[in-house]
């Protein structure tokens, strides 16, 4: 769990140290976006999307340095925070593959298996499981005394 919140910690760390805030004001994520689609056989709507529109663009890079820089407070309260941090990860994950095809799937994967509390989603389930029906014709027990 350590290494997994480092690693994003260490990547927001990485942007502000180099770009600074510059890395949410300025047009980084734009341009690195404009440049993505233009890699690719056709232009990417997902990138150009994003990248037509300053506004959303400082946003989503403000969101993306918000969930690198806080995903290690997971460690500290794990119960409240997996449920806001995890979707959060996923959804960067996806966002960066829809615009960028970047495949970060492995580490998409490993922030599923690492970092939630699968036996407490099981007991979860496992409350609001119904109880087995009986057979289509089977008598209830109650019923048989009368």
């Known amino acids: ?6 690693a994003y910690f260490l990547s927001g760390l990485a942007k502000l140290l180099h770009a600074g805030p510059a890395w949410v004001v300025g047009g980084n994520l734009r341009w690195v976006l404009y440049a993505a689609s233009d ?14 529109r300053p506004a959303l663009a ?3 890079a403000a969101a993306t340095l918000a969930v690198e820089l806080g ?4 460690l500290w309260r794990p119960a409240p ?12 994950h996806a966002g960066i593959w829809l615009a960028v095809r970047l495949d970060y799937r492995a580490m998409a994967a490993t922030v599923l298996v690492v970092m939630v509390d699968w036996p407490a989603v099981a007991a ?5 499981e119904r ?9 209830a027990t109650a019923e048989v005394g009368r």
């Not at 890699?39 to 037509?52: E, G, K, R, S």
């Not at 109880?131 to 008598?139: K, N, T």
């Open 1 to 6: 769990m350590v290494v997994v919140a480092g």
């Open 81 to 92: 925070l997996t449920w806001l941090f995890v979707p959060a990860v996923l959804a960067l």
């Open 71 to 74: 995903f290690p407070l997971v």
């Open 131 to 139: 109880p087995p029906e009986p057979p289509r014709g089977a008598v």
């Open 58 to 60: 400082h946003l989503l």
């Open 124 to 128: 979860r389930l496992r409350r609001h």
């Open 39 to 52: 890699q690719q056989p056709t232009p990417n709507p997902f990138a150009l999307f994003v990248a037509d």
